[in-house]
């Protein structure tokens, strides 16, 4: 149980372009979704905290609207990073909880993005 | 502010060793204390928690860690390596009254045979 996906496992796109990254929960509802970067040989750095059906919460240095957050579902949340640039390059992990598991927080295998 | 550091970006040990993985936490309420595993190209998997029960806690793969208020420390321990312990080991800490997880730097463990 407690099984986070997330899709694409990898992508490259060119400078310039948007990419959408999905975050599911395959078997349970998750109320709460976390994005997170890290960069290589880096630790995980928090994005921003989405519950669903409302505005996600970003943490501080992280643009909002470069980095568009959607929970519009318990099973789903998705990330796009809109007109990526190299520097966005990096490896995205969700992460969820559903709202009886606050000290837990289960972690999808992560997107690798690479943009050229 | 609530923190965790991890002494040591990498270990070596040989297989069949004892592994410890050091983590110490800054804290002036007390700790929800979590060892994450994170295997190449994954996400991370929960190796155990501390949430202010017993302070000796087992987790997955063998793993254990102990909670000791007086070093303000929650080092990871496995009484015997294997090969497949070779990863990266995270420790992090919830921040209090959020369910929001920081993290520390992170421990390469290498399992040489």
């Known amino acids: 149980g407690a099984v986070v996906s997330q899709h694409p496992s990898w992508v490259i796109c060119k400078s310039g372009t948007s990419v959408k990254i999905e975050c599911r929960s395959l078997?349970?509802?998750?109320?709460?979704m976390f994005w997170y970067r890290q960069f290589p040989k880096q630790s995980l750095m928090l994005m921003a905290t989405?519950?669903?059906?409302?505005?996600?919460?970003?943490e501080q240095g992280v643009e909002k609207d470069k980095f568009l957050i959607n929970h519009a579902s318990l099973t789903l949340s998705t990330l796009t990073v809109t007109s990526a640039h190299p520097e966005d390059s990096s490896f995205y992990i969700c992460?969820?909880?559903?709202?009886?598991?606050?000290?837990?927080?289960?972690f999808g295998p992560g997107t690798r993005l690479t943009v050229l | 502010a609530q923190s965790v550091t991890q002494l040591g970006s990498h270990v070596s040990v040989s297989e069949g060793a004892l592994v410890l993985l050091r983590c110490n936490y800054s804290?002036?309420?007390?700790?929800?204390l979590f060892w994450y595993v994170q295997y190449p190209n994954q996400g991370l998997q929960l190796l155990l928690k501390?949430?202010?029960?017993?302070?000796l806690v087992k987790g997955i793969n063998g793993f254990e860690a102990e909670f000791k208020k007086s070093e303000t420390s929650f080092h990871l321990t496995k009484p015997s390596a294997h090969m497949s312990d070779a990863a990266e080991y995270f420790c992090?800490?919830?921040?209090?009254?959020?369910?929001?997880?920081?993290f520390g730097t992170g421990t390469r463990l290498q399992v040489f045979p």
């Open positions: 992460s969820a909880r559903t709202i009886s598991s606050y000290n837990e927080q289960f």
């Open positions: 078997d349970f509802q998750a109320t709460t």
């Open positions: 989405s519950n669903e059906g409302s505005k996600a919460t970003y």
């Open positions: 804290s002036s309420v007390p700790p929800y």
């Open positions: 501390y949430t202010s029960a017993a302070t």
């Open positions: 992090a800490v919830r921040i209090y009254n959020t369910d929001k997880l920081i």
